[in-house]
């Protein structure tokens, strides 16, 4: 098995679906690859694919404010990556064939991560990894066995900024959640 830098270079040219065509650049992955905790988003946004770093815009910096209130962590000590490497045009819905053309690559990238936490953020991302059509409402609120990992979904950060007090309450909850997962884990 390769390593991370290595897949990161391999996917940095990446052509295997039409989004390769739009982006500006590869948006891999930003945090501790070392980490036992990764959250998941969809897809690139606007200033991720400029930066080519995840979770560089608003949702981000909720991101990571929930992250160091409610874990007491930074991302020295977590990681973050998308379903998706490249920015679908105008933020619209990843289609099903870049979904499928881009899971390679996140398998691989999660099999070099080894995390023992997922926290997928929002419909996407955890309608994709645990393969179902129900509604993050529904799905959060619970840890999946997932894997040999355990999934912990909960919103969207971009759902709590326009959502308002309800939603972010969820989410706090959610990754005091994951916390407590991830503190059983070790
Ligand atoms: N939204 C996502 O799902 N991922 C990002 O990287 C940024 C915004």
Redesign the pocket.
Known sequence: MTDLATLAAEVAACTRCPLHATRTQV?FGRGNPDADLVFV?????A??DAQGV????R??KLLDRLAAEELGLTDADFY?M?VLRCRPPGNRDPKPDEVASCSAWFDAQLALLQPKVVVS??N??TRSLLGTTEGITRLRGKAYPWRDIVLVPTY???AALRGGPQPLAEMRADFVRAKQVLEASR
């Open positions: 948006v988003g969809e897809a690139p946004g200033e991720e995840p979770f560089v815009g949702s981000g973050v998308n953020l929002g996407f991302a969207h950060p971009a």
